[in-house]
């Protein structure tokens, strides 16, 4: 069966830290990849997403993610996180059955 | 616009008790449709999709049953509630077909005491 696994799963960072998120899927067909924030109180919301092309996808507020089909991973950094980074972030695939399988989130927590 | 609502946002149900938690889509038409839930420490775990009307899978065998009665209404039910089913209950949207983003809905909370 497909599976999202996020390895991190509680992360703390002081602000200015660089950050990257493990994701990882089985699955050996066609994917489309996604990562998803939650901030405290929020709905969840897109930070960005892989459909094809270039492999390196940038989303909003600095973040970027790299597939790299050959690990089966979608990795979320950003060079510099801010404190009003803290949330939740989950990394999510979409199989040709247009099921969305998320992983089991990551909590980050930035310090000032 | 597209809008999605699920209700209710909040209940408190003993154990043993019926469930039923509604979710409709606005604007778009014949949309894929979820339920997750979200349990602490597990993430999110999809429950249910329906890519159509009548058309319901299963990710998770347990004591509850969703259903799609019309094209933009998704149902999620229980006919008799365990502790653990407590948590955050998710419904979502998408466009059928292809790798398009999904959307959620609210979120309602249930409490089984």
């Known amino acids: 069966a497909q599976s999202v696994s996020q390895h991190n799963h509680h992360v703390i960072l002081s602000e200015a830290a660089s950050l990257e998120l493990g994701c990882n899927y089985s699955y050996g067909g066609t994917v489309n990849l996604f990562w998803y924030v939650q901030y405290p109180g929020q709905h969840l919301q897109l930070l960005l997403k892989y459909f094809s092309g270039d492999p390196l996808v940038k989303g909003i507020k600095g973040f970027e993610a790299e597939f790299i089909k050959s690990k089966f991973s979608f990795n979320l950094r950003k060079p510099s996180v801010q404190w009003s980074d803290t949330a939740e972030y989950f990394c999510?695939?979409?199989?040709?059955?247009?099921?969305?399988?998320f992983g089991t989130g990551t909590r980050l927590q930035v310090f000032p | 616009s597209q809008t999605i609502h699920q209700w209710p946002a909040t209940l408190v149900q003993p154990v043993g008790s019926p469930l039923s938690l509604e979710c409709t889509v606005e604007?778009?038409?014949?949309?894929?449709l979820y339920w997750y839930r979200q349990a602490a420490g597990r993430g999110l775990q999809l429950l249910f999709y329906?890519?159509?009307?009548?058309?319901i899978s299963s990710e998770v065998p347990q004591n509850l049953s969703a259903s799609r009665p019309q094209d933009r209404q998704f149902i999620l039910s229980s006919k008799k509630l365990l502790l653990s089913d407590s948590g955050f209950y998710l419904c979502a949207w998408s466009v059928l077909r292809g790798g398009n983003t999904i959307y959620f809905g609210e979120g309602s909370w249930l409490t089984v005491v």
């Open positions: 999510a695939v979409k199989v040709n059955t247009d099921k969305l399988i």
């Open positions: 604007g778009t038409s014949n949309p894929n």
């Open positions: 329906s890519v159509g009307i009548g058309q």
